[in-house]
């Protein structure tokens, strides 16, 4: 069965910066499509960032523009999202997706529906 396993969550200041990994068991990483997802307390998950498959194009939710960098590695099966500059409002538990499905080698996928495989989520606590 295929896992993902978030890391590099913690504890942080503003200003700060975290890198988060995902890493995949079980099945490879390099035909899908990826993404970056969070959740903060009595809120909906969102949207934070997706690459494609090659990782030649990237899109980013407006509030994380700028600050954060998606990535991946397909020769160690794993995604990175690099945060910097962080906010208190980026406090939240981070979520890593696959799309393991069809993927278009363009196409940007930003609705947490378009992703099959979830990981359990790496905590993300920005302090003010």
């Known amino acids: 069965q295929v896992q993902l396993v978030e890391s590099g969550g913690g504890l942080v200041q503003a200003g700060g910066s975290l890198r988060l990994s995902c890493a995949a068991v079980?099945?490879?990483?390099?035909?899908?499509?990826m993404g970056w997802f969070r959740q903060a307390p009595g809120k909906e998950r969102e949207f934070v960032a997706t690459?494609?498959?090659?990782?030649?194009?990237?899109y980013y939710a407006d509030s994380v523009k700028g600050r954060f960098t998606i990535s991946r590695d397909n020769a160690k099966n794993t995604v990175f999202l690099q945060m910097n500059s962080l906010k208190f409002e980026d406090t939240a538990v981070y979520y890593c997706?696959?799309?393991?499905?069809?993927?278009?080698?363009?196409?940007?996928?930003?609705?947490?529906?378009?992703?099959?495989?979830w990981g359990q989520g790496t905590q993300v606590t920005v302090s003010s």
């Open positions: 997706a696959q799309r393991a499905g069809y993927v278009s080698g363009t196409y940007l996928y930003r609705r947490p529906n378009e992703y099959d495989v």
């Open positions: 079980g099945r490879t990483l390099s035909s899908s499509a």
């Open positions: 690459l494609t498959r090659s990782g030649d194009y990237t």
